[in-house]
C-alpha cells in the first residue's frame, strides 16, 4: 500500500491505484509549500477551537447572555467546531507527510459533513438576520415571536435542511465509476472535485451540486438582503441620529460575519464553475479559505464587536485567574 500511495504522489495520473482508495493531492504546484502552508492551517484551526469553545462557555455560564441572538451565536460557534473537525486533521496530515490516502466510503462521509455544515452555517446566519430584523422592526414583540421554542425550531431546520439537501450526495458518488485516476486534485473530497474524476454521465451530479448551492447560497442571500433592506428602511425612518447609530451598530457583527462566510463561498462557487482560466491552485486555496477562515474569525468578530461578550469574556478570565491564585495560596 506504502508504494502504490508513494507512487501516485509522484504520478498524479497514474491510473492502477486500489479501486478502494481516493487520494487527495493536496495543492497541485504548491507541494513545495504544504509545510509553510500547514502553519496558518494551525493558526487557524487553534483559533477556531479556543474561539468558539471560549463563546460557549461564556453564554454558557453568563445568564444574562441568555438572548435568542447568543443562543444563536452558540449554534454557530458549535457548526464551525464540527465543521473544522471535519476537514483541519486530514488537511494536515496532508500538508505535514502527504497522507493523502483516504478509503472510497470514507470520501463520500467527509463531503456529505463538509458540505452539510456549510449549509447548516448558512441557515444559522439567516435566523441571526431575522433575529436582527424582529429586534429593530418589531422591538415590542421580540420576546414573543423569539421564544426558546422557536429558536430550538430553527435549530431543528438549520440541521434537516443541511442534512436533507446533502443526503441524496453519497448515493450520487456510489452511482458513478471511476477508470481512470483515483488521485483527486484537492485538500478535501469536494463534490465537484471528485466528479471530475468520474467516467460516463456526471450530468445529475452537476445539476444536482449546482441546483443545492442555488437553494442555499441563493435563497438564504436573498432573504438576508430583504432582512437588511426592511432594517435599513427602519432605521432611516428614526429622528435620533443617536438611535439611528445605536440600531445600526446592533447589526454590525452579525454583517461582518455574513461578508467572511460568504464573500469567499460565493468567488469559490463562481471560480470552480466559470473561472475555466484560473489556476488551480487557486481555486483549492479558495476553497479552504472558505472552510478555514469564517470558523476562525466568527468567533473574534463577536467577541471585538459586541461590548456585552467582551465584558464576558474578561470576567471568566478574571475569575479563573482569582480560582488559580487562591489555589496556589
Known sequence: MSSTLGHTMDS????????????????????????????????????????????????????????????????????DLAASLSTVPKLLAILWCGAGHISASACPAQMFFIHTFCMMESTVLLAMAFDRYVAICHPLRYATILTDTIIARIGVVAMVRGSLLMLPC???????????????????????????????????????????????????????????????????????????????????????????????????????RFGHQVPLHIHILLANVYLLFPPALNPVVYGV??????????????????TGLKASE
Open 12 to 79: 498524479p495520473n497514474h491510473t492502477n491505484m486500489d479501486p478502494s482508495i481516493f487520494f487527495l493531492l493536496g495543492i497541485p504546484g504548491l507541494e513545495q509549500f504544504h509545510m509553510w502552508l500547514s502553519l496558518p492551517v494551525c493558526c487557524l484551526g487553534t483559533a477556531t477551537i479556543v474561539g468558539n469553545i471560549t463563546i460557549l462557555v461564556v453564554v454558557a455560564t453568563e445568564p444574562a447572555l441568555h438572548k435568542p441572538v447568543y443562543l444563536f451565536l452558540c449554534v454557530l460557534s458549535t457548526i
Open 170 to 272: 453519497p448515493f450520487l458518488i456510489r452511482r458513478l465509476s471511476f477508470c481512470q485516476s483515483h488521485v483527486i486534485p484537492h485538500t478535501y473530497c469536494e463534490h465537484m472535485a471528485v466528479v471530475k474524476l468520474a467516467c460516463g454521465d456526471t450530468r445529475p451530479n452537476r445539476v444536482y451540486g449546482l441546483t443545492a448551492a442555488l437553494l442555499v447560497i441563493g435563497v438564504d442571500l436573498f432573504c438576508i438582503g430583504l432582512s437588511y433592506a426592511l432594517i435599513a428602511q427602519a432605521v432611516l425612518r428614526l429622528s435620533s441620529h443617536e438611535a439611528r447609530s445605536k440600531a445600526l451598530g446592533t447589526c454590525g457583527s452579525h454583517v461582518c460575519v455574513i461578508l467572511i462566510s460568504y464573500t469567499p463561498a460565493l468567488f469559490s462557487f463562481f471560480t470552480h
Open 305 to 322: 464587536k459586541t461590548k456585552e461578550i467582551r465584558e464576558r469574556v474578561f470576567r471568566v478570565f478574571q475569575r479563573g485567574q482569582r
